[in-house]
């Protein structure tokens, strides 16, 4: 009986430890540093992940990246992909990509000329102006959207705003702090197109960040120094860049009107619309007429757009792997848990 009991126990401990080598010989690790090609300068908050697959991260403040992925999990032909506002977006099937455990890769990003046609808008101009807000401005008691977990880079909060053909100048951003559970938050506020299925072209083409601490209220971002003009429908939003503790546990307020908000738990992920739902986001804007147009003057045409994000370090260390994030769900009440994704950054 003792024989039989200790050759059991070898038997599983050998068990043990091959489905730990089977384990741990299928994760592949892709680290590096992203750069400018021009400047070799390094590039922060670029987008990296398997598009649409739910692993994902953004590059810190150092442009440094770590990608944990297991290969069975994936196809040849799943891709692996790199986005920054003015940069080629690089696209690499997971076949083509290096996985190498101990090399620190070096991902170079091409600037990418694009057409600017925005106009210069003094604040001088503006006293004269007509101020109008868009979007949604009354928090509700028992609606709202949250990001709860580990925090998964990349993940965004997005709601689609409209307007009327009239030209809007945007000059404030606001949203609503309920809760943060962590240290402090950096998100980053995207500004899209409208007229997509989901979220894709960015109006603003440059890093705009804000750190976000523990006081509840209202937040509001400065949009003037960017010229957006609009004169359609658009959607705006955060992205979480970096957490400052060891999990994230924000509550944003939403609004009790209807429109149609999108989310997405990570870099690169698929994006997944709530109709009927809204954020607390509003604008305040400035009506401008079409004789006011062609007086503003216009610049900035031809001109190369490089990522010119400048920020004090803040934390150099290496991204943390295997995090995870449920949020952007409403309900009458109290948050509801919907969905946990397993993200590697």
């Not at 109709?275 to 003057?297: C, K, P």
Request: glycine share 6%; proline share 3%.
């Amino acid at each position: 009986m003792k024989w039989i009991t200790k050759l059991h126990i070898k038997y599983c401990l050998l068990l043990f430890l091959c489905t730990l080598s089977i384990g741990l010989f299928g994760q592949h690790q892709f680290k590096g540093t992203v750069l400018d090609a021009d400047t070799k300068e390094t590039l922060p908050f670029v987008n990296i992940g398997i598009v649409n697959k739910g692993v994902g991260t953004v590059s810190n403040f150092d442009g440094k990246f770590y990608l944990e992925i297991n290969k069975a999990d994936f196809s040849n032909t799943d891709v692996l992909q790199f986005s920054s506002v003015g940069y080629k977006t690089i696209r690499l099937k997971i076949s083509e990509v290096n996985f190498n455990n101990l090399l620190f890769q070096k991902v170079v990003m091409q600037p990418e000329a694009m057409q600017l046609n925005e106009a210069m808008v003094t604040a001088k101009y503006l006293k004269s102006k007509k101020d109008d807000v868009v979007g949604f401005s009354y928090p509700s008691k028992n609606k709202f959207g949250y990001w709860k977990g580990d925090g998964s880079l990349g993940a965004e909060l997005v709601t689609r705003i409209s307007v009327d053909k009239k030209k809007h100048f945007l000059k404030d951003f606001h949203f609503y702090l309920n809760e943060n559970y962590s240290d402090s938050v950096l998100v980053r506020i995207n500004v899209y197109k409208g007229g997509t299925i989901y979220p894709e072209d960015k109006l603003l083409k440059k890093n705009v960040t804000k750190m976000i601490g523990k006081s509840p209220g209202m937040v509001t971002v400065d949009l003037k120094p960017y010229n957006l003009i609009v004169d359609e429908d658009f959607s705006i939003g955060l992205e979480l860049l970096e957490v400052y503790g060891k999990r994230v546990g924000l509550v944003l307020a939403a609004d009790y009107r209807p429109s149609t908000s999108y989310r997405r738990y990570v870099s690169q992920g698929q994006w997944k619309t709530f109709r009927g739902d809204a954020m607390t986001f509003y604008v305040n804007t400035s009506t401008l007429s079409e004789d006011d147009i062609s007086q503003i003057s216009n610049y900035s045409r031809n001109k190369t757009l490089q990522n010119s994000f400048k920020t004090p370090i803040i934390n150099t260390n290496p991204i943390k792997t295997h995090r995870s994030i449920t949020g952007f769900v409403f309900n009458n009440g109290k948050p509801v848990e919907n969905a946990t994704v397993q993200i590697a950054e």
